[in-house]
């Protein structure tokens, strides 16, 4: 499957984006998708991903309550919703595609088999 991130750009604290992944080759359905980012000088962080089984969303701590993944099968795509933002939101988004993971490796890098290009977010103070 390939994966095409877009929705990136820059807002003020407290904005709002929408990032989308669009996949080709395979439907989102198949799989786990997952959202990760990058923060300049940091490691890559898991940020939320949605089960391809029963649709369970998880959630990393700081965006919790703040972003909301979700699913379009009919367009193919996963949608990142990302309100109140933060300065420290800053970084590069990656969203990802993993086939039978287990509980355990949802939020691991690692249990992702494909990945799109990332997409750019600022977030000025």
């Known amino acids: 499957v390939q994966l095409q991130a877009s929705g990136g750009g820059e807002v003020p604290t407290g904005g709002s984006l929408r990032l989308s992944c669009a996949a080709s080759?395979?439907?989102?359905?198949?799989?786990?998708m997952a959202w990760f980012r990058r923060a300049p000088g940091k490691d890559r962080e898991f940020v939320a991903a949605?089960?391809?089984?029963?649709?369970?969303?998880y959630y990393v701590d700081s965006a919790r309550g703040r972003f909301t993944i979700s699913r379009d099968n009919a367009k193919n795509t996963v949608y990142l919703q990302m309100n109140s933002l933060q300065p420290e939101d800053t970084a590069v988004y990656y969203c990802a595609a993993g086939a039978n993971l287990i509980q355990s490796s949802i939020t691991q890098s690692i249990a992702y088999t494909y990945w799109g290009q990332g997409t750019q977010v600022t977030v000025s103070s």
């Open positions: 080759g395979r439907t989102v359905s198949s799989y786990t």
């Open positions: 949605i089960r391809n089984t029963n649709s369970r969303t």
